[in-house]
Structures are given as C-alpha cells and as structure tokens.
Nanobody, 125 residues
Framework: VQLQASGGGLVQAGESLRLSCAASGFALDYYVIGWFRQAPGKEREGVSCISSSGGMTDYADSVKGRFTISRDNAKNTVYLQMDDTKPEDTAVYYC???????????????????WGQGTQVTVSS
C-alpha cells in the first residue's frame, strides 16, 4: 500500500505546475484524497481534498481559485493543478488517503492514515 506524489519542481511566480498522486497496492476509488504542504519552519497545512467519487472538493482559502484537484480513478491517480503560483506556495507537497467512514471529505490531516512521500515545489519571484 503506497502513495507516490510527483510533479514538483521549480517554477516562476505565475506559472503552472501539475502534481500527481498515484496509488499502488490498493484502489483509490474508495478513498478521500487530500493534498497537504509543509513550508520550511511551518506546520503542515491542508491544501485541498476530493471525495471518493470526485463529486465534492474543498480548498484552503489561500489556494482557492488557483488550484484545482481532480481524480482519474481508472488511472488510480489524483491530480493537483496549480495555476498562478506564488512564492508562498513553496513547500513540500504530500498526498494522503482516507476512507470516508465518518466524513465525505476532510482537509484535516488527522483524518488521513495513508501518506505518500513529498514532492518539492519551489516558486521563485
């Protein structure tokens, strides 16, 4: 059971980046998926999440209108499209999975039990 986040890199402010979160060893269909990030010296924060069906999404206020989460259950992958990036988006980005037992979606990291390794996103000004 593993999640693999990828797609990070160095971009200039205003440019776009697409992160991917691929699952291996289990099917993502039944899971809520969240994206989280941790900047140097800061606590990890929720960025976005998507319900198992893809019908519901949520975003942190700081990324609303700029980031878009989506999923392709056939490819067992969830994406985070990052547009109009800002230097404050610089962080290590993590994806995580949770079974929707007591919630449909959640942006609270404590609700997630399966975590992938992070991918570094750096936005230069």
């Amino acid at each position: 059971v593993q999640l693999q986040a990828s797609g990070g890199g160095l971009v200039q402010a205003g440019e776009s980046l697409r992160l991917s979160c691929a699952a291996s060893g289990f099917a993502l269909d039944y899971y809520v998926i969240g994206w989280f990030r941790q900047a140097p010296g800061k606590e990890r924060e929720g960025v976005s999440c998507i319900s198992s069906s893809g019908g519901m999404t949520d975003y942190a206020d700081s990324v609303k209108g700029r980031f878009t989460i989506s999923r392709d259950n056939a490819k067992n992958t969830v994406y985070l499209q990052m547009d109009d990036t800002k230097p404050e988006d610089t962080a290590v980005y993590y994806c995580a999975a949770a079974l929707p037992i007591q919630f449909i979606i959640s942006i609270d990291e404590h609700d997630y039990g399966i975590w992938g390794q992070g991918t570094q996103v750096t936005v230069s000004s």
